[in-house]
């Protein structure tokens, strides 16, 4: 009897809520994809095949089936769908972001993890981290002095964007090519063009040409020239430049260069300056907005929990009691204010759905069968908001990660906020590293009230819609000098 219940799972389709002719769900999606889908999940259930266009999409919604696909059947789901825009301004997937499964995939991986993300390489930017820190701080401290509210979501992206120009390219953000507002809104924009749904992408044939009427291809085009050029540029200056640097690290520029070099004189030719480019441009566009966006929700959930507030201050300022700076020596020590972190990426995972996987041979999941070159939707937003999971789930407790194992390195299926399996972020200690310094540093220097009486209950937690779940309504708060 087993067998043949088995055998009829098999051959079952996975629930699919009912689409439109043509358009299939795609109307379903609304503004914030991952809302919509979690609710369409309460209905059809964790496993769903849902059609984009012409696409068929598996979306998954529980940490079981996450499971499935990044541990048991980890190769069947580890390739990335085409798209077009990330195929246009990603020089035809030579990136990392967006490349295919396959082997130069994996050897670009390699050269990622063990010569650019390393904990080694981590360490070498401390400096870059620290002084950064140091100079945003300053900057918050006279904003305080005056009594003025900070705009959180601009001081958190400068920041950011100061420290990955500095390891990336070796630059300033001040005074460079791309400076300030400008590069906010270039990448603001960027993510949001590959966060959206091309029509090229969901309808064979004419949605090329209703991109191409909607102003997409012109949009792209204009994208792609302005970061070509700025990185040419950038790499141009590391080729020309034959003065003695005066920092000690190498920065991601240099790194790629002196590969490229290796390769060259190995005979190998594969990893060209095109490849430089691409994965240049996945730092940039991976490493900057990401981490303002966790920074901005760390500290809009703090003010809206002030009795957590209280207590990850206290634990800051008993460590690192008596001198004016946290360093990342201090942070090995604050058990709780890592509990605030873990919560934080729990209830806002900056990229809700992850980024869209492929698979790549006909699979199963939770005993459906599952086709080759199906796209596959990890609703990592909607599992760590789960309720056969998580008490509470909507409620900001950091305590929930007191004695409890869970993390979010991708060996935890309820909590994905770096993905998991082969695919998952390489970027994850640089970005954590940043985070905590940052952090920390804030909350151990000031108070944070909010504007105009306003109180914890009415600040807004409105999530904006895309690629990325950021903040809608920005951050606002009067910081206070503690010095
Ligand atoms: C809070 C900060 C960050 C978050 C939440 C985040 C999240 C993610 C997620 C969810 C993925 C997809 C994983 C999957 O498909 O399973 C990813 C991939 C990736 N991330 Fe991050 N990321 C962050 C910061 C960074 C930084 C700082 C860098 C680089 C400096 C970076 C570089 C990348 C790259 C290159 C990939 C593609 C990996 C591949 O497909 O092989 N990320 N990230």
Redesign the pocket.
């Known amino acids: 009897k087993n067998k043949r219940r088995h055998n009829f799972m098999i051959h079952k389709q996975p629930p699919s809520p009912p689409g439109l002719p043509v358009i299939g769900n795609l109307h379903q999606l609304g503004d914030r994809p991952h809302q919509s889908l979690a609710r369409l999940a309460e209905r059809h259930g964790p496993v769903m095949l849902i059609r984009l266009g012409f696409e068929p999409t598996l979306v998954l919604s529980s940490a079981e089936a996450a499971k499935e696909a ?1 541990k048991t059947r980890d190769v069947d789901y580890s390739s ?1 769908p085409t798209s077009f825009c990330a195929g246009k301004l990603m020089y035809n997937y030579v990136d ?2 967006f490349a295919p499964y396959s082997e130069y ?1 994996r050897e670009m ?1 390699k050269i ?1 993890v063990v010569e650019l ?1 390393s904990m080694k390489r981590v360490q070498s930017f401390q400096p870059v981290r620290t002084e950064v820190t140091h100079y945003l701080i300053e900057s918050v401290a006279a904003s305080a002095a005056e009594g003025e509210a900070v705009d959180l979501g601009e001081v958190c992206f400068e920041l950011t964007a100061s420290i ?1 120009f500095k390891i990336a390219f070796g630059r300033s953000l001040k005074g460079s090519l791309m400076d300030g507002k400008g590069l906010e809104k270039l990448l603001h924009e960027t993510t949001a063009v590959l966060g959206s749904f091309a029509a090229a992408d969901f309808f064979p044939y004419v949605g090329w040409m209703v991109d191409k009427l909607s102003g997409l291809h012109s949009r792209l085009d204009r994208l792609f020239e302005r970061f070509d050029g700025f990185l040419e540029d950038v790499i141009q200056e590391h080729l020309n430049s034959d003065k003695i640097k005066d920092n000690q690290y190498e920065d991601i520029v240099d790194v790629l260069l002196r590969i490229h070099k290796e390769h060259v004189r190995s005979g190998a030719n594969w990893f060209t300056m095109t490849n430089v480019k691409g994965i240049l441009l ?2 940039f566009l ?2 900057v907005d ?2 303002a966006i ?1 920074l901005m929700w760390a500290l809009a959930e703090l003010v809206k929990n002030p009795e957590v507030m209280k207590k990850v201050q206290d634990e800051i300022r008993h460590w690192a009691s008596g001198k004016d700076r946290v360093t990342e020596e201090d942070i090995d020590n604050l058990k709780y204010f890592k509990m605030v972190i873990k919560e934080t ?1 729990r209830l806002h ?3 809700p759905l ?2 869209p ?1 492929k698979t790549t041979a006909k699979t199963q999941m939770l005993g459906y069968p599952i086709q080759e070159g199906v796209r596959v939707l990890i609703n ?1 937003w909607a599992i760590a908001r789960d309720p056969k999971v998580w008490h509470q789930p909507e409620k900001f407790i950091p305590e929930r990660f007191k004695d409890s194992l869970v993390d979010y390195r991708g060996q935890h299926f309820e909590l994905l ?5 082969r ?6 200690n ?2 954590m590293a940043t ?1 905590e310094l940052v952090l920390a540093n804030m909350l151990h220097r000031f108070d944070w009230k909010l504007p105009d009486g306003m109180t914890p209950e009415e600040l807004d937690m409105e999530e904006g819609g895309g690629f990325t779940a950021f903040k809608k309504v920005p951050l606002k708060l009067v910081p206070v000098d503690n010095y």
């Open positions: 990044l990335r990392l972001v995939w991986r990622c993300f990955i996945d730092i991976g490493g990401t981490g966790a990426l995972p900056v990229g992850l980024v996987k990592a906020p770096f993905g998991g399996g695919r998952i972020c390489p970027g994850m640089m970005a985070i």
